[in-house]
């Protein structure tokens, strides 16, 4: 079966830092890859998604992810972070392997200190 | 204009109850979702419904019972109230095929079991 793997569960970073938070998944076939972000006591929200071409993929509010095919990876990154980035960071997988459900990672809190 | 609505937004209930969480969707989507979303912030996959039809029902016990009359709505019913019920329950919504099956969601309910 699928799995998502979110490496980091609590990343604590100062504002202007730079952010790479992992994901990893499991499936060798075509994939869309998702991230979303929960701000506190929000609903989830698409910061961006990769479903095929430019493996380099911008999203909302500065972020951007990186597909890596050979690594199974869609890392999200920015490079530089502000207090109001603080939220819940989740990616998601779809592919044949997972019925074309939604795979979901654990989710990585990201706190950034003003 | 709200895409996908929920309602109510906090729910407080007693043990042994019987509940119903809403949820509605204008997109157009003819497919939705039931997720729950524990204190530690894990989501967990609960049906999903395809044009009125359950597609997916993970190991969920009986006493929730999703019903669906229309491709619009998808309701969340809830029977003899537990402690261990309490999160929040979000619903969410995509179109299917090769769409790209971004899922937008609601607001969340939050329930609290007393």
């Known amino acids: 079966a699928q799995s998502v793997s979110q490496h980091n569960h609590h990343v604590i970073l100062s504002e202007a830092a730079s952010l790479e938070l992992g994901c990893n998944y499991s499936?060798?076939?075509?994939?869309?890859l998702f991230w979303y972000v929960q701000y506190p006591g929000q609903h989830l929200q698409l910061l961006l998604k990769?479903?095929?071409?430019d493996p380099l993929v911008k999203g909302i509010k500065g972020f951007e992810a990186e597909f890596i095919k050979s690594k199974f990876s869609f890392n999200l990154r920015k490079p530089s972070v502000q207090w109001s980035d603080t939220a819940e960071y989740f990616c998601?997988?779809?592919?044949?392997?997972?019925?074309?459900?939604?795979?979901w990672g654990a989710g990585t809190k990201l706190i950034i200190k003003p | 204009d709200t895409a996908v609505s929920q309602t109510p937004k906090y729910l407080v209930t007693q043990m042994g109850n019987d509940k119903s969480i809403k949820c509605e969707q204008n997109?157009?989507?003819?497919?939705m979702y039931w997720y729950k979303q524990d204190s530690k912030k894990f989501l967990k996959i609960m049906f999903s419904?395809?044009?009125?039809?359950?597609?997916i029902n993970e190991t969920v016990p009986n006493r929730f019972s999703p019903k669906s009359p229309d491709k619009a709505h998808l309701n969340l019913h809830i029977n003899s109230l537990e402690l261990g019920d309490s999160a929040v329950y979000f619903c969410?919504?995509?179109?299917?095929?090769?769409?790209?099956?971004?899922?937008?969601f609601g607001p969340g309910t939050r329930l609290t079991v007393l």
């Open positions: 990769y479903f095929s071409g």
């Open positions: 998601a997988v779809i592919s044949m392997d997972s019925n074309y459900q939604l795979i």
């Open positions: 969410a919504s995509s179109a299917s095929g090769r769409g790209g099956y971004e899922q937008f």
């Open positions: 997109l157009g989507h003819d497919t």
């Open positions: 499936y060798g076939g075509t994939v869309n």
């Open positions: 419904y395809n044009n009125k039809e359950l597609i």
